[in-house]
């Protein structure tokens, strides 16, 4: 695609080399660690916006990380995003683990790298308390209490921490992931998901006008692959982390935008029904004023889902579309 960046990486196993570079006795995430957080936060090569508008790629990682700052059209290679997630871990996550939890065995670390990486809280997290007292009943309890996103109770945080748990005192480290075995008009989740995240999927997709099939277990992998290529996103069937942002961030300007008419109409409702409010009695200024804010007020909300504006506008503008996504 004209612009994609591409980084190529030319090492065979990235882990291998990651750990010869280990120096001093600084603990580091497995293998089978890196697989596990990998499973919950999803490979996505191609950059994406996460559900609040941030450039996001690889597994989970934005400008923030330190170590690469994703845009519109950006691809890496499998490796690359090994490699990128490696150096994340070993800057910013792997140290504080080991800080605050000296003496952890293997899974343990495992398992708190992965919270922390979710989280960025080892530090503040009352569970470590417990862990270090051993108390595990409060290690479950406390580490449940991170479940929350954008103010809500997320599923796939209650599974997580659930998940961590299992790992921190079990070494379990998991089987994969989870969710209906894929046909060929099924599309194939490629992140633990629930049979009720399922139906919430199902859902999400039918209110974006997309026909998820009759199938209760599963989405038409035609609808998702439209809902892809609506929204420049690989076209390849997958229900991965990059569609699943992609279908909340959609979902939630579908909402606003429901919001922001319901505000508008109340408002109208509320003057006409007023019989000693007289609009023409205001002077013009105010008038203008108010019919200003509410234009910039309804150009915010286009900038602000502005990737929803293009998925909406390609087929007529496509050029418009183009230039929209580039921010």
């Known amino acids: 695609m004209p612009g994609a960046q591409r980084f190529r990486h030319s090492a065979p196993d990235w882990r291998r080399n990651r750990r010869a570079t280990t120096s001093g006795g600084s603990m580091r995430t497995s ?10 936060e999803g490979v996505v090569l191609k950059a994406y916006r996460d559900p609040v ?3 996001t790629i690889g597994a989970g990682l934005t400008a923030a990380s330190g170590v690469v700052t994703p845009r519109s059209q950006m691809k890496i290679t499998k490796a690359e995003a090994g490699r990128l997630l490696g150096l994340a871990l070993g800057r910013n996550y792997e140290p504080a683990v080991a800080r605050t939890m000296p003496g952890a065995n293997q899974h343990e670390f495992d398992g708190a790298v992965s919270f922390h990486f979710n989280t960025g809280a080892i530090a ?3 569970w470590v308390r417990a862990w270090a007292e051993r108390n595990w009943s409060e290690v479950e309890r406390r580490i449940k209490l991170w479940k929350k996103g954008g103010g809500r109770v997320l599923p796939g945080l209650v599974r997580r921490r659930q998940e961590e748990f299992n790992l921190i005192r079990l070494g379990d480290y998991g089987a994969g992931v989870a969710g209906q075995s894929p046909t060929s008009e099924r599309a194939r989740f490629v992140v633990s998901v629930t049979p009720a995240e399922i139906q919430a999927m199902r859902v999400g997709f039918a209110k974006l006008g997309y026909k998820v099939g ?3 277990g599963g989405i038409r992998k035609a609808a998702v692959m439209q809902f892809q290529r609506d929204h420049d996103l690989t076209i390849d069937g997958l229900i991965g982390r990059a569609t699943l942002s992609t279908l909340q961030r959609m979902l939630d300007a579908r909402a606003k935008a429901g919001q922001d008419g319901a505000v508008g109409g109340t408002a109208a409702a509320g003057t006409a029904g007023a019989e000693a409010f007289n609009i023409a009695a205001l002077p013009d200024w105010l008038i203008w004023a108010g019919l200003g804010l509410a234009v910039v007020w309804v150009g915010y909300r286009a900038w602000q889902y502005r990737d929803a504006v293009a998925a909406k506008i390609q087929t007529a503008a496509p050029a418009t579309a183009r230039f929209l996504r580039r921010f």
Request: net charge negative; aromatic share 10%.
């Open 31 to 40: 293998d089978k660690g890196i697989a596990f957080l990998e499973r919950h």
């Open 53 to 55: 508008g941030i450039w």
């Open 124 to 126: 503040k997290a009352s």
């Open 214 to 216: 009759e199938d209760p």
